[in-house]
């Protein structure tokens, strides 16, 4: 497991790309498109992308199974965001977005991961036209389980995720709703800038984000054909950090 965390330059993070299903959108579509309301984005009061949006998130961010808490930086409101995440096996770059093949064959495995949140620290620098890197880069900010055979997930748009809080369900969909599917994803990242081996991909987050606090104990999961993947599973604890940074207004 070790090795995900040396191998990985960066993490890629696709922002804004659940789907919302309502009462007249069920069953949900398998292949949704931008046209559809997501439920992420209302919750967050944002707009709904017209391309694949990513920012990047620092590899040191990663925690590995077992190694220890999230740790909530002093001031911080800290949100989880369950997420399916590639790790890319072979370089791409100006990969066709309609060329599916080439994109599955560049995905080595999968990981679940929970990406996390410094939610005011990003909200105030939004409000002030600034970058929000902070808020998506601390240490410990992206627990992930085990790593995931491709065999154990046949197709990446059908697995479901969970996240939650104590014994509270709190995000629980499909990645069937996937705005933009893995493909356009790769896609658009690998026009701008190459992805190498080892690089991860964070594929976007369903619906129900909220906050944590110290002592709460989140459990995220990942079922394929209705059955959990053992090696998907992240358990992990929040507890406050202790050090110099403390959240101020910028």
């Not at 059908?158 to 356009?184: C, H, K, N, W």
Request: a neutral charge.
């Amino acid at each position: 497991m070790a090795s995900i965390r040396a191998n990985c330059r960066k993490i890629m993070c696709i922002g804004r790309n659940y789907a919302y299903v309502g009462l007249f959108h069920f069953p949900p579509p398998k292949f949704a498109t931008a046209g559809w309301l997501d439920d992420h984005i209302t919750e967050l009061n944002n707009t709904t992308p017209k391309q694949p949006f990513f920012f990047l998130k620092p590899a040191s961010s990663i925690l590995l199974p077992g190694a220890g808490p999230v740790l909530r930086p002093k001031g911080v409101s800290l949100h989880y965001e369950v997420e399916l995440g590639l790790v890319i096996g072979k370089t791409l770059r100006d990969l066709d977005p309609q060329d599916h093949k080439g994109a599955l064959d560049a995905i080595h495995s999968y990981i679940l991961a929970i990406d996390m949140t410094a939610r005011n620290v990003q909200d105030e620098a939004k409000k002030k036209g600034l970058p929000w890197s902070i808020a998506k880069g601390f240490d410990t900010f992206l627990p992930i389980s085990r790593e995931i055979a491709k065999s154990r997930i046949p197709d990446p748009h059908e697995a479901f995720l969970r996240l939650r809080v104590g014994q509270a369900e709190r995000q629980a969909d499909s990645t069937s709703l996937m705005l933009y599917r893995i493909p356009q994803q790769l896609a658009q990242i690998s026009r701008v800038m190459t992805l190498e081996q080892g690089d991860i991909v964070l594929t976007g987050t369903p619906k129900g984000v909220g906050e944590v606090k110290a002592g709460d104990v989140m459990k995220a999961s990942i079922e394929v054909g209705g059955k959990e993947i053992e090696e998907g599973r992240i358990e992990v604890e929040v507890k406050d950090r202790e050090g110099r940074y403390e959240f101020k207004e910028t």
